[in-house]
């Protein structure tokens, strides 16, 4: 009985083992491969070390493309959209929980009937608002028109509809306004599903292809995944600097995640089951 | 009685997702089906032509190939996603050490956006000086071309998805089991079930809300999978991996025939309605079945 328990520990450990090996020696193998030289990411048999590792091929991506152009177009829709997506789906998400007013049940109903509705199946009449705002090619573009999120309004009502409103009646005795009684009574109060709409919406702006795609046409706009995907569609794939690109490219996301970490695993999952 | 503040406030708090969801999503919803009945540029004024854009569809064999082509990928991705990601987290239902680590690293890949992921493989999947292929060789096998041979490469694109997004299934996986009542396994155990016994009886019913929510939600997914694809084949070799979102890209804003794009955009969406509408009776008819 003890052996076949030991056994089976050591068969266990022998399959996360080899998971982790899966999961993780592809994204190893690229990073490593960016510190190589040209003729080692062609050689064969290849190898997982450099034999002389540099960051030329970063020294590249960043002074001969406009890489640097992308990072920072990327970073400024990521983190203003970011803002932007979190503030105003959390007050109207807050408003639906907490508050009863003509037409609110309508205008609910309204924002959940879209929340099936994919970009991918809607980017037609987009790209023709888009055009009629003046927003193509520009990258308030991409920022504004997503920054509505039913999938966020959701979210921050259910999260609000488990929280008791009678703190909102003893602030109100209190003669506090409307508005204060949500920012400093009610907002620090969402702190955790805030900070799974932060994390979604950051990694999905920072990763996003679609949208830009069909919104930025101009090269002095591309985001990131635009550069990249346009590079890779090139007739000879610059293999050094594109791994070295796609290796910067990971680092924000993953920063943003070990930060908010805590809050995703619990929080996102809660509200998905909840979904 | 309520004051002008409390009457006003709730309105003044929704305007802004509302003026923006109402411009850039309501409108646009309903404005995808006026747009399929008409013949538009993008550029020109859009002209009424009735159902000829649907007409035309129908008779479109290359359309509905890329259709059929999605439904398989589906077929084989989704099954995929879901054992990988239910197994992960069974592994990590367990007393191993070191769960929270693991858990990150099969998460990892998640964070990482599909188009270098696209890049990723392809790097690894090279005939010429990939990994995976000098790997074969060494245990004994012939290269394989993954990306390059049409008979592979909706398999290795799928293959390529489970790995991506199983560990986004997995986390909710993780949160089902554990709303799980270990008592039912106690009880179980001293009946005399095994492992494999408990699963089946225990675990997998009691799992049902969780696995169709995962079923749901890869299988939008995986429908509307075309940044992937875009970096790791460009759609090929010879369009076997291009599926339907990239078709709608190409016809919209390559060959801009908008207005017949739109048209395929509603099939699209009844794909999406239907599958979803159908998992959700499959599932309902299942729990019926067992009460």
């Known amino acids: 009985m003890k052996t076949k328990k030991v056994v089976g520990r050591i068969f266990l450990y022998l399959l996360v083992v080899l998971a982790c090996f899966a999961f993780l020696m592809p994204i190893l193998w690229i990073v490593f491969s960016s510190f190589k030289t040209q003729s080692e990411l062609f050689a064969w048999p290849p ?62 109903m309204m924002v959940l009937a879209t929340l099936m509705i994919p970009l991918e199946v809607i980017m037609i009449p987009i790209f023709k608002v888009i055009v ?16 509505a999120s039913p999938t966020a309004v959701f979210l921050v009502r259910q999260y609000y509809l488990s929280i008791s409103s009678s703190i909102m009646e003893s602030a109100r005795i209190d003669g506090a306004s409307e508005w204060r009684i949500f ?63 796609s290796v910067v490219s990971m680092l924000p996301v993953i920063v943003v995640f070990l930060i908010f970490q805590k809050h995703i695993v619990g929080g996102m999952t809660t509200g998905a089951v909840k979904g | 009685m309520k004051t002008w503040e409390q009457r006003l406030f709730p309105y003044l708090m929704l305007l802004p997702m509302l003026l923006i969801f109402t411009v850039f999503l309501f409108y646009p919803a309903v404005n995808g089906l006026w747009t399929s009945f008409h013949k538009w540029d993008g550029v020109n004024p859009a002209k009424f032509i009735g159902w000829e854009n649907y007409v035309n569809l129908f008779q479109d064999t290359a359309f509905w190939k890329s259709v059929g082509r999605t439904l398989l990928f589906t077929l084989i991705s989704v099954p995929g996603i879901y054992i990988l990601g239910l197994a992960l987290a069974l592994l990590l239902t367990t007393s191993i050490k070191g769960r929270s680590v693991y858990r990150a690293v099969f998460y990892l890949p998640c964070l990482i956006s599909s188009i270098v992921v696209g890049l990723a493989w392809r790097f690894l999947l090279s005939e010429d000086f990939g990994v995976v292929n000098y790997l074969l060789t060494i245990m004994g096998g012939k290269p394989v071309r993954w990306l390059t041979d049409p008979r592979n490469a909706l ?47 225990i675990t997998l019913p009691l799992l049902r809300p969780t696995s169709l929510l995962v079923l749901v939600l890869s299988t939008v997914a995986i429908i509307k999978t075309y940044p992937l694809v875009v970096a790791l084949t460009g759609g090929g070799p010879a369009g076997a991996t291009k599926f339907i979102v990239h078709i709608i890209q190409e016809t919209g804003f390559e060959k801009y025939k908008m207005g017949y794009a739109s048209a395929m955009t509603m099939v699209l969406f009844f794909l999406l309605m239907i599958l979803t509408l159908l998992q959700f009776k499959f599932s309902r008819g299942g729990k019926t079945n067992e009460n």
């Open chain 1, 132 to 147: 009629a705002t003046h927003l193509y090619n520009n990258l308030w573009g991409l920022i504004i028109p997503a920054a």
């Open chain 2, 155 to 201: 398999v290795a694109v799928a293959m390529i998805s489970i790995w991506s997004m199983a560990g986004y299934y997995m986390v909710m996986f993780i949160s089902g089991l554990q709303t799980i009542d270990t008592e039912y396994y106690d009880a179980a155990s001293i009946d005399g079930a095994n492992g494999w016994q408990r699963f089946l009886h």
């Open chain 1, 47 to 108: 190898k997982l070390f450099s034999m002389s590792p540099s960051f030329d091929n970063y020294r590249l991506a960043f002074s001969s493309g406009d890489f640097g152009a992308y990072f920072f177009n990327t970073s400024f829709v990521a983190i203003v959209a970011t803002v932007i997506t979190v503030v105003i789906n959390t007050m109207a998400g807050y408003v639906f929980a907490k508050y009863r007013f003509k037409g609110d049940r309508f205008l609910f």
């Open chain 1, 183 to 245: 920012t400093s009574v009610m907002l620090p109060i969402g702190k955790p599903v805030m900070a799974v709409l932060t994390i979604i919406s950051f990694m999905w702006r920072w990763n996003d292809y679609l949208w830009p795609k069909i919104i930025i046409n101009n090269k002095q706009k591309f985001t990131i995944q635009l550069a990249l995907a346009n590079f890779s569609g090139e007739y000879s794939v610059d293999w050094n600097s594109l791994l070295a690109m």
